[in-house]
């Protein structure tokens, strides 16, 4: 049985909290995590529309971009159109969950997705994050090894940047005298013993610990294993806000429009284009991502693809030579709820995942610009 609760690890497993800007709303913001799950609806907005199709294909959970509840609220009743939303989500047991700029800032996140459909190389973070890490370490017998091993990886340790199921071994002799009130795995009580052990290393971030604390224990066989946690400086390149990365060519700004509009399927952005006519460099922010404007300046970008951006940071990023592309809001972050999905059903084979339908793409008023550079 899937419970919502298995679901959210997974997600701050992918996505953790700790990425989420401090304005931000994330995690689970409605119902219970402890309900069964059977089905799944990811989307970029809740809207009565996007609750009204959760309710009617039995979902248990919902899975949203821009988090509900943004702002303290002191009363929900059915006299507001929120309201009136949650009530029926509530009736019906649904669970509401955002990820948001955790998503957003997270390393194969929403930023990183877009970066992939440029194909942008040597990419970095605009905003690099430095997350709390430990060090755990563990001493297990040889037969449990693989056993506690895989115990921590499903956790969420073990990770560091793009690899996963990382952690080292070394063997060596452990010793013990169990009392009278112990009941040694291995060995006998009332005298020392001395066991063939393994030293099993792994890095965890702060998100997971208690987690992988708790499957650490449950897996091995000791009563009283030996566990070492280890505070680690924060570690550079496991996620931060946007993405700074290199074209495969140099392209002129029009050359680049034409090139965004293809990769994200559009038929046309808003481009502010700088005198520039070779731009190899591209900052890229989901969503209104004027707030990295000055990110991407400082970091040498002589592009800024985002969503939308309010008119005087549009003057003042060509004031300063940087081209600037306006995909629109929906369009930079309805494909990573997309994705999303398909990346939950396969983590989920028994779980019916799926985006929206009744969420709709907004009217798009920018030019239409031609289809290849």
Known sequence: MIRISDIIHVLERWFPLQLAEPWDNVGLLWGDDRTEAKAVLTCLTL?????????????QLIVVHHPILFRPVQRITAATEEGKML???????????????????????????????LGLESRRALRPANLPHYKLVVFVPASHLEVVRQALFAAGAGIIGA????????????????????QPAVGQKGRREEVAEHRLEVICPESTLERALQELRRAHPYEEPAVDVYPLRGLPGTGGAGRLGRLPRPMSPEQLAAHVCQALSLTGLELIASAATRIEWVAVSCGAGAAHLDDALAQGAQAFLTGEMRFHDQVRARQHGLTVLLAGHYQTERPGVEELAR?????????????????????????ALPSGP
């Open 343 to 367: 990346r939950l059903a396969q983590h989920f084979p028994g779980l019916r995942v799926w985006t929206s339908q009744a969420e709709t793409t907004p009217v798009c008023l920018y030019p």
């Open 47 to 59: 809207t009565p529309d996007v609750a009204q199709e959760a309710i009617h294909e039995g979902a």
């Open 163 to 182: 690899y996963r199921e990382c952690s080292f071994t070394v063997s060596g002799t452990g010793t013990f005298f169990g009392t009278e009130s112990t």
């Open 87 to 117: 009530l029926s989500l509530a009736q019906k047991g649904i669970a509401v969950y955002s990820p948001h700029t955790s998503f957003d800032n997270a390393p194969g996140g929403i930023n990183d997705l877009l970066c992939d459909r």
